[in-house]
């Protein structure tokens, strides 16, 4: 921490001191700049400015005095963490971009640069320079300020070499290709091999190369590296100079000097290259040069072999496709390399491969000729198909010609023979045209046509041809067959040198029977309605038994019990039949129903069905959902009961008319007989019943009023006609319908006065 000044300032302003005295000076401002950080005599830490801190102090008189804090933090510089440069490598007096990176600058500081030490004069000032160098360099920078200097943070920047001069160039040897060998000589026959040789003395740098160049320094590159193989063909100068990352060195040359030989042939032309067998062209040199001494000479077949003539032009005469070759023979430096030329010669050599021989039902396309394009010609041919029919049975020639585009033309003759096809069966026919499964039947075939070629009869089942093959005999004109399905069967004409003929077939009917019937359900009662008879397998067939007529049973005339329902079912000569039995039950029978009346505090309507007949146990569903029997609490409404048996037989009894008055009777249960011609007389009207009877008790059990008509009014008064209090006493009502069972029904009734 740097602390730049600390002055503390008192004002004129007197207090008391702890001694009496008035003569204490008791404020003052402490004056301080700072780096970074203060703590101050009131021991806090300050990091920022600050001008409202207070401290007391008190001297040795008892006197108070008060400072005031004056701060100005000034910051530190923060060390930089490397130094980036724009390139790592540079061409000398190349510029080179560098820059600081990481840290900061603190209060009035700056980055400072310097070259090879972190001392000295320093070459440059801020976050990013820009240096120009002629040889490697080390770079160093650091933030300078007024409260300090940073670390320095450094980079190299190396140079490239610029150029390397080449010392030399030197012939360093030559080929010479009769012994094989390297050797150097002052002066080279035209197209000889020559390897060159650039020297140098100093360390070769990565990124340079020698490139070479003819005749010119700079002109198209010939070649690169150390050494270079040239073919001059007349005398020629050679340069060489090194080529790097930052520029290229002068040019070293060296002159190669050729002797008067002869130049090797670029090419051969030829007035006619495609011609027949029997035709010429003439093959004449193409570049070249002839030294002085030297001759053409031309070769056919290989390159100095079979000898064809001199000059700079030859006519020749191939029966065949040949390859000519021409060079210079003699002069200084003996023979050149040949060039060469193909010259091709057509000789169609027509040919055609053999033809089979041929049935006359069969045209088929010609072709087997080669080369491939020509036409066909002959007895029988059209547009290059044969048709044995119109060419007939017997031996012919046909002839295939061939033209190319050089119009030249060849043929061949191809040999063909016409054989008779085998002749077609005529007629076929059975014994049996339909058998049932497991019997056989005979198939005849009309021989009056005839077999040739060493042909036979084939028989198939199934299919003609790819079907099973089931007999295969010379003479055969017969065969037994026991198909277990229906079968189709086959006979043609096969064998010899000819295709088979046609087909003549015939079908055989298998009828399998496996009748069947299903079984039937049982039957409640006689009166059951008749029915249509079904279940029999294959559809079709006849119904026969007890109760049957057209195919329709009937239970009433069939009778209870159990009976046999026979199917037979008939196919071509086949029958078949299946048996299943019929059971007819006796049906429960409904006789009668009957209601009852319960009383109103124990229920309501009970309806009670009675059933005879039928096999026990029974069953009772009701349309209302009950399974009961009797039904119980039934409502104002009819109903419908199903009944069953054990035999799951059904009767059904409908229409059951309940009426809601057998139910419970609305008794009123108050009225008070105090002659305010209000509710003074208790009222009943039961007109609706046959016949009525009501009797009311008192609490103790003794009787107090009766009455026996259908319409009974009671005043409240007692047997004897004496009026009773007002108390709660009982009545019994006994009601007797048109229809039905009596009806008896208890309740209170409650006299009030």
Same mark, same amino acid.
């Not at 035209?190 to 740098?205: G, N």
């Not at 060039?339 to 491969?353: G, K, M």
């Not at 005879?612 to 039904?631: A, I, K, M, Q």
């Given at each position: 921490?740097?602390?730049?000044?600390?002055?503390?300032?008192?004002?004129?302003?007197?207090?008391?001191?702890?001694?009496?005295?008035?003569?204490?000076?008791?404020?003052?401002?402490?004056?301080?700049?700072?780096?970074?950080?203060?703590?101050?005599?009131?021991?806090?830490?300050?990091?920022?400015?600050?001008?409202?801190?207070?401290?007391?102090?008190?001297?040795?008189?008892?006197?108070?005095?008060?400072?005031?804090?004056?701060?100005?933090?000034?910051?530190?510089?923060?060390?930089?963490?490397?130094?980036?440069?724009?390139?790592?490598?540079?061409?000398?007096?190349?510029?080179?971009?560098?820059?600081?990176?990481?840290?900061?600058?603190?209060?009035?500081?700056?980055?400072?640069?310097?070259?090879?030490?972190?001392?000295?004069?320093?070459?440059?000032?801020?976050?990013?320079?820009?240096?120009?160098?002629?040889?490697?360099?080390?770079?160093?920078?650091?933030?300078?300020?007024?409260?300090?200097?940073?670390?320095?943070?450094?980079?190299?920047?190396?140079?490239?070499?610029?150029?390397?001069?080449?010392?030399?160039?030197?012939?360093?040897?030559?080929?010479?290709?009769?012994?094989?060998?390297?050797?150097?000589?002052?002066?080279?026959?035209?197209?000889?091999?020559?390897?060159?040789?650039?020297?140098?003395?100093?360390?070769?740098?990565?990124?340079?190369?020698?490139?070479?160049?003819?005749?010119?320094?700079?002109?198209?590159?010939?070649?690169?590296?150390?050494?270079?193989?040239?073919?001059?063909?007349?005398?020629?100068?050679?340069?060489?100079?090194?080529?790097?990352?930052?520029?290229?060195?002068?040019?070293?040359?060296?002159?190669?000097?050729?002797?008067?030989?002869?130049?090797?042939?670029?090419?051969?032309?030829?007035?006619?290259?495609?011609?027949?067998?029997?035709?010429?062209?003439?093959?004449?040199?193409?570049?070249?040069?002839?030294?002085?001494?030297?001759?053409?000479?031309?070769?056919?077949?290989?390159?100095?072999?079979?000898?064809?003539?001199?000059?700079?032009?030859?006519?020749?005469?191939?029966?065949?496709?040949?390859?000519?070759?021409?060079?210079?023979?003699?002069?200084?430096?003996?023979?050149?390399?040949?060039?060469?030329?193909?010259?091709?010669?057509?000789?169609?050599?027509?040919?055609?491969?053999?033809?089979?021989?041929?049935?006359?039902?069969?045209?088929?396309?010609?072709?087997?000729?080669?080369?491939?394009?020509?036409?066909?010609?002959?007895?029988?041919?059209?547009?290059?198909?044969?048709?044995?029919?119109?060419?007939?049975?017997?031996?012919?020639?046909?002839?295939?010609?061939?033209?190319?585009?050089?119009?030249?033309?060849?043929?061949?003759?191809?040999?063909?023979?016409?054989?008779?096809?085998?002749?077609?069966?005529?007629?076929?026919?059975?014994?049996?045209?339909?058998?049932?499964?497991?019997?056989?039947?005979?198939?005849?075939?009309?021989?009056?046509?005839?077999?040739?070629?060493?042909?036979?009869?084939?028989?198939?089942?199934?299919?003609?041809?790819?079907?099973?093959?089931?007999?295969?005999?010379?003479?055969?004109?017969?065969?037994?067959?026991?198909?277990?399905?229906?079968?189709?069967?086959?006979?043609?004409?096969?064998? /010899?040198? *000819?295709? %088979? +003929?046609?087909?003549?077939? $015939?079908? @055989?009917?298998?009828?399998? !029977?496996?009748?069947?019937? &299903?079984?039937?359900?049982?039957?409640?009662?006689?009166?059951?309605?008749?029915?249509?008879?079904?279940?029999?397998?294959?559809?079709?067939?006849?119904?026969?038994?007890?109760?049957?007529?057209?195919?329709?049973?009937?239970?009433?005339?069939?009778?209870?019990?159990?009976?046999?329902?026979?199917?037979?079912?008939?196919? /071509?000569? *086949?029958? %078949? +039949?299946?048996?299943?039995? $019929?059971? @007819?039950?006796?049906?429960? !029978?409904?006789?009668?129903? &009957?209601?009852?009346?319960?009383?109103?505090?124990?229920?309501?309507?009970?309806?009670?069905?009675?059933?005879?007949?039928?096999?026990?146990?029974?069953?009772?569903?009701?349309?209302?959902?009950?399974?009961?029997?009797?039904?119980?609490?039934?409502?104002?409404?009819?109903?419908?009961?199903?009944?069953?048996?054990?035999?799951?037989?059904?009767?059904?009894?409908?229409?059951?008319?309940?009426? @809601?008055?057998?139910?419970?009777?609305?008794?009123?249960?108050?009225?008070?007989?105090?002659?305010?011609?209000?509710?003074?007389?208790?009222?009943?009207?039961?007109?609706?019943?046959?016949?009525?009877?009501?009797?009311?008790?008192?609490?103790?059990?003794?009787?107090?009023?009766?009455?026996?008509?259908?319409?009974?009014?009671?005043?409240?008064?007692?047997?004897?006609?004496?009026?009773?209090?007002?108390?709660?006493?009982?009545?019994?009502?006994?009601?007797?319908?048109?229809?039905?069972?009596?009806?008896?029904?208890?309740?209170?009734?409650?006299?009030?006065?």
């Amino acid at each position: 921490m740097h602390k730049f000044s600390i002055i503390i300032l008192f004002f004129g302003t007197f207090f008391h001191c702890k001694n009496g005295t008035s003569q204490c000076n008791n404020t003052g401002t402490d004056l301080q700049t700072v780096c970074d950080s203060l703590v101050w005599i009131d021991g806090v830490t300050y990091t920022i400015d600050n001008n409202t801190a207070t401290h007391t102090l008190t001297n040795i008189a008892g006197c108070d005095s008060i400072v005031t804090l004056d701060l100005t933090i000034k910051n530190s510089s923060l060390n930089p963490s490397a130094v980036i440069s724009s390139e790592n490598e540079v061409c000398p007096n190349n510029d080179v971009y560098l820059n600081v990176d990481g840290g900061s600058l603190g209060t009035n500081s700056q980055w400072v640069w310097y070259k090879d030490s972190c001392s000295g004069i320093s070459i440059d000032t801020g976050s990013s320079i820009v240096v120009t160098q002629s040889s490697n360099t080390t770079y160093f920078v650091r933030a300078e300020g007024e409260c300090n200097n940073t670390n320095c943070e450094n980079i190299t920047v190396n140079n490239f070499p610029y150029f390397i001069e080449l010392d030399s160039i030197s012939i360093d040897s030559t080929f010479n290709s009769i012994d094989s060998t390297w050797s150097i000589i002052d002066t080279v026959c035209p197209q000889s091999a020559v390897k060159l040789f650039a020297h140098f003395s100093d360390t070769f740098p990565q990124g340079y190369t020698i490139t070479w160049y003819e005749n010119s320094c700079g002109a198209s590159s010939i070649g690169l590296g150390d050494s270079i193989i040239v073919y001059p063909d007349s005398n020629t100068t050679y340069y060489a100079r090194v080529i790097g990352t930052c520029g290229a060195s002068l040019c070293k040359n060296i002159s190669v000097y050729t002797k008067d030989g002869s130049i090797s042939p670029t090419g051969i032309s030829a007035s006619s290259n495609n011609f027949c067998a029997g035709g010429s062209s003439t093959l004449s040199v193409v570049g070249g040069q002839l030294g002085i001494g030297a001759s053409w000479g031309w070769y056919k077949g290989s390159c100095g072999t079979n000898f064809q003539g001199s000059g700079s032009s030859i006519t020749v005469t191939p029966n065949a496709t040949t390859m000519y070759y021409v060079r210079a023979n003699g002069g200084a430096c003996g023979a050149t390399s040949c060039a060469e030329i193909l010259i091709n010669t057509y000789d169609l050599n027509v040919y055609h491969s053999p033809i089979d021989s041929t049935c006359e039902s069969s045209p088929f396309i010609l072709q087997g000729g080669f080369p491939e394009g020509g036409t066909y010609s002959g007895t029988g041919v059209s547009d290059s198909i044969f048709d044995p029919i119109i060419a007939g049975v017997g031996n012919h020639v046909i002839t295939y010609s061939f033209s190319d585009i050089n119009n030249c033309t060849d043929s061949a003759l191809i040999p063909i023979v016409v054989l008779e096809d085998n002749i077609d069966p005529h007629t076929i026919s059975a014994n049996l045209y339909e058998i049932c499964d497991g019997n056989s039947s005979t198939i005849i075939l009309d021989t009056s046509n005839h077999l040739i070629n060493g042909s036979q009869f084939f028989w198939y089942s199934g299919s003609c041809g790819t079907g099973s093959l089931i007999d295969s005999t010379t003479i055969s004109n017969q065969i037994t067959v026991s198909p277990n399905s229906t079968s189709n069967y086959f006979v043609r004409s096969e064998g /010899g040198l *000819c295709p %088979a +003929s046609n087909c003549i077939g $015939i079908t @055989i009917d298998v009828y399998t !029977l496996e009748t069947h019937l &299903s079984e039937f359900d049982d039957i409640c009662g006689e009166d059951y309605p008749v029915f249509e008879l079904n279940g029999g397998s294959p559809s079709g067939g006849v119904f026969s038994g007890v109760g049957v007529e057209n195919g329709v049973f009937n239970p009433k005339s069939a009778g209870v019990g159990n009976h046999n329902i026979t199917y037979t079912y008939s196919l /071509g000569p *086949c029958v %078949a +039949s299946d048996v299943e039995p $019929i059971q @007819i039950n006796n049906s429960p !029978l409904l006789v009668n129903y &009957s209601i009852e009346q319960e009383t109103c505090f124990e229920g309501g309507i009970m309806i009670h069905g009675h059933v005879r007949n039928g096999v026990g146990y029974y069953g009772y569903e009701w349309s209302d959902g009950s399974l009961e029997n009797p039904l119980t609490y039934a409502e104002n409404t009819t109903y419908d009961v199903l009944v069953s048996d054990a035999n799951d037989c059904y009767t059904l009894l409908d229409n059951i008319q309940v009426d @809601i008055s057998l139910s419970c009777i609305e008794m009123p249960n108050t009225f008070s007989p105090n002659s305010d011609g209000l509710n003074d007389i208790w009222k009943l009207d039961f007109t609706n019943y046959n016949a009525a009877e009501i009797i009311v008790f008192n609490k103790w059990g003794n009787l107090v009023w009766e009455d026996y008509t259908t319409f009974p009014q009671w005043d409240g008064t007692s047997l004897d006609n004496s009026a009773l209090p007002s108390a709660t006493y009982y009545y019994v009502l006994k009601l007797t319908p048109f229809t039905g069972d009596p009806i008896e029904q208890t309740g209170p009734i409650t006299i009030i006065r």
